[in-house]
């Protein structure tokens, strides 16, 4: 590229090519750090090409260095920035304090068992990630056996129970946040006693009552009395009228956006099968998906139309 060398498609097609150029190089450690190399990228640089450096780790040569290729969000992000695609709601989320739950909690029966759901996390971390990548400030509150925290997070928080993602939840927001995204699947029923030890089913004869008891309402309990000028976006799960009782329980919780997930539509709700989901503000429906997405593809959307909405309903505009 450099010397102009024509003698492949890609090459052909860069000369060929009067637009800018993103190239996101990936190498052996030492080609890369070889004078050539870097003289050459100087070259490039300063005819406007727009490099994305490597990254460091584990490479295919068999050494951790510096030489892979840069992380896929890391280059959408440097196309959409360079060809403007994202417009003018991407800065919405910038330095934003932004608090993200996700995932499920686990309510112990006895020292062994526990009650949980079959929340992954993947919506939330997905979010998280997305707000990191806007350069959003993100605590992240993840339930036990959550999909991987990203990078760039202000904080992360990991809890087991209900309560104890009530009480982290309850801190967080002392430290002051600007935004609320409750993506975890909380419990809504805990055993009433945690029976110490493991329960031997010699001693239970044919079967053993559990009694249970509501958890704390995270949304209800924790937010709602101390809310402020917190804006809070929530999730809900339905298996039928969808739509309606969604936006009755957006009401009900006092949110001002709630994502709606339908798990007996295509792909379910749960892990990352690409699904379907509808979000829901003050004015009613605001967007539906258009067709089954990955939840980072949905996490992306879900921000940019809740910027978009929050920015055209004035007041709002970037932090
Ligand atoms: O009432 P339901 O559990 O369907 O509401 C879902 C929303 O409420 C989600 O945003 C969830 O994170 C939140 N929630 C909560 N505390 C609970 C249960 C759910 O904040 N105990």
Same mark, same amino acid.
């Given at each position: 590229?450099?010397? $102009?060398?024509?003698? @492949?498609?890609?090459?052909?097609?860069?000369?060929?090519?009067?637009?800018?150029? &993103?190239?996101?190089?990936?190498?052996?450690?030492?080609?890369?750090?070889?004078?050539?190399?870097?003289?050459?990228?100087?070259?490039?640089?300063?005819?406007?090409?727009?490099?994305?450096?490597?990254?460091?780790?584990?490479?295919?040569?068999?050494?951790?260095?510096? $030489? *892979?290729?840069?992380?896929?969000?890391?280059?959408?992000?440097?196309?959409?920035?360079?060809?403007?695609?994202? =417009?003018?709601? *991407?800065? !919405?989320?910038?330095?934003? *304090?932004?608090?993200?739950?996700? =995932?499920?909690?686990?309510?112990?029966?006895?020292?062994?068992?526990?009650?949980?759901?079959?929340?992954? =996390?993947?919506?939330?971390?997905?979010?998280?990630?997305?707000?990191?990548?806007?350069?959003?400030?993100?605590?992240?509150? /993840?339930?036990?056996?959550?999909?991987?925290?990203?990078?760039?997070?202000?904080?992360?928080?990991?809890?087991?129970?209900?309560? #104890?993602?009530?009480?982290?939840?309850? *801190?967080?927001?002392?430290?002051?946040?600007?935004?609320?995204?409750?993506?975890?699947?909380?419990?809504? !029923?805990?055993?009433?006693?945690?029976?110490?030890?493991?329960?031997?089913?010699?001693?239970?004869? +044919?079967?053993?009552?559990? %009694?249970?008891?509501?958890?704390?309402?995270?949304? /209800?309990?924790?937010?709602?009395?101390?809310?402020? @000028?917190?804006?809070?976006?929530? !999730?809900?799960? #339905?298996?039928?009228?969808?739509?309606?009782?969604?936006?009755?329980?957006? %009401?009900?919780? +006092?949110? @001002?956006? &709630?994502?709606?997930?339908?798990?007996?539509?295509?792909?379910?709700? !749960?892990? @990352?099968?690409?699904?379907?989901?509808?979000? &829901?503000?003050?004015? =009613?429906?605001?967007?539906?998906?258009?067709?089954?997405? /990955?939840?980072?593809?949905?996490?992306?959307?879900?921000?940019?139309?809740?910027?978009?909405?929050?920015?055209?309903?004035?007041?709002?505009?970037?932090?």
């Amino acid at each position: 590229l450099t010397h $102009g060398i024509a003698d @492949d498609i890609v090459s052909t097609l860069l000369l060929a090519h009067p637009g800018p150029v &993103i190239a996101a190089p990936a190498m052996n450690d030492n080609m890369w750090a070889h004078p050539s190399t870097q003289q050459n990228l100087g070259t490039l640089r300063a005819r406007g090409v727009h490099l994305i450096e490597p990254g460091e780790g584990w490479l295919a040569c068999g050494v951790e260095s510096k $030489g *892979r290729l840069a992380e896929p969000e890391d280059i959408v992000a440097e196309v959409e920035r360079v060809l403007d695609l994202a =417009g003018p709601e *991407r800065g !919405f989320w910038r330095d934003r *304090r932004v608090l993200v739950t996700a =995932g499920p909690t686990r309510e112990p029966v006895d020292a062994i068992r526990y009650l949980s759901n079959r929340s992954t =996390g993947v919506m939330g971390t997905a979010l998280a990630a997305e707000l990191v990548r806007l350069g959003a400030r993100v605590t992240l509150i /993840t339930g036990p056996g959550t999909a991987t925290a990203p990078d760039g997070l202000a904080q992360h928080v990991d809890v087991t129970t209900a309560a #104890e993602m009530a009480a982290a939840v309850d *801190r967080a927001l002392d430290a002051g946040q600007d935004w609320l995204v409750m993506a975890a699947a909380v419990a809504d !029923f805990a055993p009433r006693e945690v029976r110490e030890g493991k329960v031997k089913k010699e001693t239970q004869g +044919g079967g053993w009552t559990l %009694e249970l008891s509501r958890t704390p309402d995270i949304l /209800t309990d924790v937010v709602a009395p101390r809310r402020g @000028d917190l804006r809070v976006v929530g !999730f809900a799960l #339905e298996t039928g009228a969808v739509l309606e009782r969604a936006a009755a329980k957006r %009401e009900a919780k +006092g949110m @001002d956006w &709630i994502v709606a997930n339908d798990p007996t539509a295509t792909g379910g709700a !749960f892990g @990352d099968a690409p699904h379907t989901v509808h979000l &829901i503000g003050p004015d =009613g429906p605001a967007w539906s998906s258009p067709e089954p997405a /990955t939840k980072a593809r949905l996490a992306a959307a879900l921000l940019r139309e809740i910027a978009r909405a929050e920015m055209t309903a004035g007041g709002e505009g970037p932090a």
